[in-house]
């Protein structure tokens, strides 16, 4: 009975200890996977900075798409509300139609 009992129970053990390499299988596996979709991450995320890189872009307008840098620039100046020295007229009837100085 004994033996029967040892057995059973090695059986039982070398069953579990199937599964529980099956189960490390599969845990590999899914490292491996994470590892490779870390690299491929990494490597489309430098492809995304050189492709957002400022340096390309201009180069990418000038060349291939033909604009051209300009010649002068007009910067707009800013204009405080209850400026005394710069006053800010108030909107006529239609805000939205043109301005009349």
Request: charged residues 15%.
């Amino acid at each position: 009975m004994a033996a029967i009992g040892a057995f059973v129970a090695l059986l039982f053990i070398a069953g579990f200890h199937s599964v529980l390499v099956s189960g490390q299988h599969d845990v590999d596996a899914l490292q491996v996977r994470l590892t490779a979709g870390r690299g491929e991450t990494q490597m489309l995320r430098m492809k995304v900075a050189q492709l957002e890189s400022p340096q390309r872009i201009q180069d990418l307008a000038l060349g291939r798409l033909g604009l051209k840098t300009p010649r002068k620039v007009a910067y707009l100046t800013s204009v405080v509300l209850g400026d005394p020295t710069n006053p800010v007229p108030a909107p006529g009837d239609d805000p939205f139609g043109p301005t009349t100085p």
